[in-house]
């Protein structure tokens, strides 16, 4: 049996709405994007209104859904772990209404961000426990939540033996490269890094501590750096208690990539593109899947869905995925 495990960030699948109007049509805005500080309505019950940094956010549209829903469909994978969903309600409505109800498992706990975008796993396949790391700590931070959305464990069951277990998901979504305009940006991008290596090093312990050496699993998300990164050294590393690898050095691109100058990696092993004003375009492979050691010899492809637009088809990510043969 082949089964399909991918990773796909949505890039803010919101729902931020009204139940009555369009929020356009009935809060006043200044012309930066932010709310008047005066406005209230005669039932506020039938309004939920949500903001970040004084900014409402605004749930993508029915066309860029329709796009992710394309994407996924076409992928039509057993397994997908994604990123930036903002609540469960949000990720039920969207596979029903957007994906035809093609994935009747769906799990997704609230974790830390402030801007409400959090993890969740679809899957065709039953699900067993759920487990969030969102309370984890660092021996750096005592204390203090080291992860800045969650790590997700999610079990996935045998579809044709419900009380076996298959494998094991771990969903991560680490540390942006997002420095705020207010910060240093050198100083900023250190703390970055610094954070993000301390959540690959808290991921691989409790992995380490939750799995055997020969036991399948899956890690993967949107690492938002490379799987050679200094900051990523602790999943890379192999050690006696945790040794992964990466499986998506040299994936099967679904069309060859748009043109650009310089031109992306050759390999195809990319699916983020970020191009700063005057500069060229970095092609980076933020989004990750690394196998546990026995799942290594059952890695029969890997796979990318390339997009065809620069600025990305409804996500400025390209999802990934790995068959696996059981």
């Known amino acids: 049996m082949d089964v399909t495990v991918g990773t796909f960030n949505l890039n803010n699948l919101f729902s931020r709405f009204n139940f009555k109007a369009e929020i356009e049509q009935t809060l006043p805005f200044r012309k930066d994007g932010r709310l008047t500080s005066s406005y209230e309505f005669k039932d506020p019950s039938k309004f939920r209104i949500r903001t970040y940094k004084g900014r409402l956010v605004k749930g993508i549209s029915v066309e ?40 009747p498992y769906l799990s997704l706990i609230e974790g830390n961000d402030p801007r ?11 699900m067993g426990a759920v487990t969030s790391w969102q309370h984890a700590p660092h021996p750096e931070l005592p204390g203090e939540r080291v992860f800045s959305r969650d790590l997700l464990e ?12 298959l494998l094991t998901v771990f969903n991560n979504h680490l540390k942006s490269q997002f420095v705020d305009h207010t910060k240093d940006p050198v100083q ?19 992995v380490a ?24 050294a602790a999943l890379a590393a192999p050690t006696a208690q945790l040794t992964l690898e990466e499986a998506l050095a040299h994936p099967v691109e679904t069309r060859p990539p748009k043109p650009d100058d310089p031109p992306p990696p050759s390999s195809g092993s990319w699916t ?17 899947i690394w196998l546990s050691r026995s799942l290594v010899s059952r890695h029969k492809s890997s796979h990318i869905d390339r997009r ?12 990934a995925w790995v068959v696996l043969d059981f």
């Open 209 to 232: 501590a939750r799995t055997r050496p020969d036991g399948r699993f899956v890690l993967l998300g949107d690492m938002n750096d490379t799987p050679q990164a200094p900051t990523l």
């Open 154 to 165: 999610v079990e996935i069951l045998d579809p044709r033996d419900p009380d076996r277990h």
């Open 308 to 319: 065809t637009r620069h600025a990305g088809d409804g996500s400025d990510h390209d999802p």
């Open 116 to 126: 409400l975008i959090d993890l969740a796993v679809l899957s065709k396949f039953p």
């Open 188 to 206: 900023g991008k250190i703390d970055n890094d610094h954070l993000r290596t301390l959540q690959a090093e808290a991921i691989a312990r409790i």
């Open 272 to 288: 983020h593109r970020f191009k700063e004003p005057g500069q060229d375009a970095k092609y980076e492979l933020f989004d990750q």
């Open 64 to 103: 860029e859904q329709e796009m992710l829903a394309r994407r996924i469909a076409r992928m039509d994978l057993d397994v997908l772990a994604v990123q930036e969903v903002e609540d469960i309600d949000t990720l039920r409505f969207f596979a029903a209404r957007r994906l035809r109800k093609a994935y």
